[in-house]
């Protein structure tokens, strides 16, 4: 247990942090909003070149990781509920979109790292599970959340079927955390390697994208007098909840144990990292594409509350740390 809050502590610690800023309005009106820019503009960007250019793209051959792609999947299917009760209260698909990634999306930065080094004894059970959301599933992601907020007119030159491909085929272009990531995994292909000074300049741009983001998660947290709206439905979050936290180490523990027959530390590792709480990098997204900002934020901090227990339970049960 005292691993876990240990690696908990800089989370509530920076959002904390956060919270008494808007709190004080020592940052501004307009804090929330400009830390949210940068985080996904130029630090998270950096932070994922970085770590992904660092990483053997091998690493995905270990079959630990179908049972993590396949607990995702799984936790994103029952998360599309969340978005059937989203449809009945009459939000946009780009809004059911951030509830599947809030039901699936696991904080496998400063949490992932942290837990698998303490618990499981080995940080690098993390790397595999950072490249399959950073390469496969936050583009994917982004893609649907890119395509269902841009709503030109029928009329609109941009609703013609050939200016949507391209469109989509730009889009790595126009959106950094994609590129970002994409150009990490050319380099790590290609056994590259950026010059000193550039590299460090990365190094320290990286660096500030999961502070700044618990920050502008904290500042989020101060709701305007009068701001009844800035509630989440309950119903849809404690099914993205209980999705996030139970649902989907259940069903990476389905599949390793019954389908691929894993043991010891690899089927301990891929449970353990399902049940972290929901990335607090879905709230950027929900943030930056204005798609239920609300439920993302809730669902962040429910998770990462609720995990602690889930977490615990986990590693005492599989034999963790």
Do not use: C
Request: net charge positive; proline share 7%; charged share 10%.
């Amino acid at each position: 247990m005292e691993a876990l809050v240990s690696a908990f502590a800089p989370i509530w610690v920076l959002t904390a942090a956060g919270w008494l800023a808007g709190r004080t309005g020592l940052l501004g009106a307009d804090a929330e909003a400009v830390l949210g820019r940068f985080v996904f503009h130029v630090s998270m960007p950096a932070a994922l070149f970085t770590v992904v250019a660092r990483t053997d793209l091998a690493s995905f051959a270990d079959r630990w990781v179908l049972a993590f792609a396949a607990g995702t999947l799984i936790a994103s299917l029952l998360g599309l509920p969340v978005g059937r009760r989203l449809r009945r209260l009459r939000r946009t698909p780009a809004e059911r979109t951030v509830a599947v990634m809030a039901a699936g999306y696991v904080n496998s930065g400063n949490l992932g790292i942290p837990v698998a080094a303490q618990v499981l004894g080995d940080a690098s059970y993390a790397a595999p599970v950072l490249l399959f959301q950073v390469l496969l599933v936050t583009p994917l992601m982004l893609t649907v959340l890119d395509a269902t907020t841009a709503s030109p007119s029928p009329s609109s030159p941009a609703s013609r079927p050939a200016a949507r491909l391209r469109r989509l085929a730009l889009l790595p272009l126009r959106n950094p955390v994609i590129l970002g990531a994409g150009l990490g995994a050319l380099f790590s292909a290609a056994g590259w390697r950026l010059p000193g000074p550039l590299a460090h300049s990365a190094d320290l741009l990286g660096a500030a994208a999961v502070p700044t983001a618990l920050v502008t998660l904290g500042l989020s947290l101060r709701t305007p007098p009068g701001a009844a709206a800035q509630r989440p439905d309950r119903g849809e979050l404690g099914l993205a909840v209980l999705v996030k936290t139970v649902g989907q180490p259940l069903a990476a523990l389905a599949v390793g144990a019954l389908l691929l027959h894993l043991r010891g530390p690899q089927l301990r590792a891929a449970v353990l990292l399902s049940a972290l709480p929901t990335a607090q990098n879905v709230y950027v997204y929900a943030r930056l594409y204005g798609a239920a900002p609300v439920l993302a934020r809730s669902a962040v901090l429910a998770s990462t509350v609720l995990s602690m227990l889930t977490l615990s339970v986990i590693a005492w049960s599989l034999g963790g740390g």
